[in-house]
T-cell receptor, first 116, second 106 residues
Framework: GAVVSQHPSRVICKSGTSVKIECRSLDFQATTMFWYRQFPKQSLMLMATSNEGSKATYEQGVEKDKFLINHASLTLSTLTVTSAHPEDSSFYIC????????????FGPGTRLLVL | KQEVTQIPAALSVPEGENLVLNCSFTDSAIYNLQWFRQDPGKGLTSLLLIQSSQREQTSGRLNASLDKSSGRSTLYIAASQPGDSATYLCAVAGRFGAGTRLTVKP
């Protein structure tokens, strides 16, 4: 149980385009979903926390207008990287929890974004 | 804001050696702590989850301990194998440490 999927697993896009990444909890309802970014040889950095039906809470330094997060249902959250640039190339990982940030998080397999 | 620190940043050991990875956190009011493994270019593999009411958890050759009062957790790997080579991450309340990159030499 507690499986989280992400789609796509890998995406290559041209600079200036927008990319949408989906995060789904397959066998449980996730009250809270988290989005992380990981640059090469670095750890995971929390970008934002989203609760179903409400606006996401962004970490300091993360542009909310660039990284749009939607958590419209208890099993789906999306991250849209708007007007992507090469510096946005990274590994994006989502996680889902039944409760809040203190609850056990279940991680998706990640999405590798390459912006040309 | 919770801050998580891991030491050492990198560790290289010969096969068969027992080893300890360390994780410290600043806010002791936690519900749980998780240890993960990440292979290069891959996602996270959950290793152990310790609830705040627990002192340790064991899975095979892995043993994780938790001392909330001191804000520390350790991951003990017994009889290390080359296949254990990976980066090990600890996470508390959504915050990750920088990880320990482990290399086990045959």
């Amino acid at each position: 149980g507690a499986v989280v999927s992400q789609h796509p697993s890998r995406v290559i896009c041209k600079s200036g385009t927008s990319v949408k990444i989906e995060c789904r909890s397959l066998d449980f309802q996730a009250t809270t979903m988290f989005w992380y970014r990981q640059f090469p040889k670095q750890s995971l950095m929390l970008m934002a926390t989203s609760n179903e039906g409400s606006k996401a809470t962004y970490e300091q330094g993360v542009e909310k207008d660039k990284f749009l997060i939607n958590h419209a249902s208890l099993t789906l959250s999306t991250l849209t990287v708007t007007s992507a640039h090469p510096e946005d190339s990274s590994f994006y990982i989502c996680s889902a929890a039944v409760g809040g940030v203190q609850e056990t998080q279940y991680f998706g397999p990640g999405t590798r974004l390459l912006v040309l | 804001k919770q801050e998580v620190t891991q030491i050492p940043a990198a560790l290289s050991v010969p096969e068969g050696e027992n080893l300890v990875l360390n994780c410290s956190f600043t806010d002791s009011a936690i519900y749980n702590l998780q240890w993960f493994r990440q292979d290069p270019g891959k996602g996270l593999t959950s290793l152990l989850l310790i609830q705040s009411s627990q002192r340790e958890q064991t899975s095979g050759r892995l043993n994780a301990s938790l001392d909330k009062s001191s804000g520390r957790s350790t991951l003990y790997i017994a009889a290390s194998q080359p296949g254990d080579s990976a980066t090990y991450l600890c996470a508390v309340a959504g915050r990750f440490g920088a990880g320990t990159r482990l290399t086990v030499k045959p």
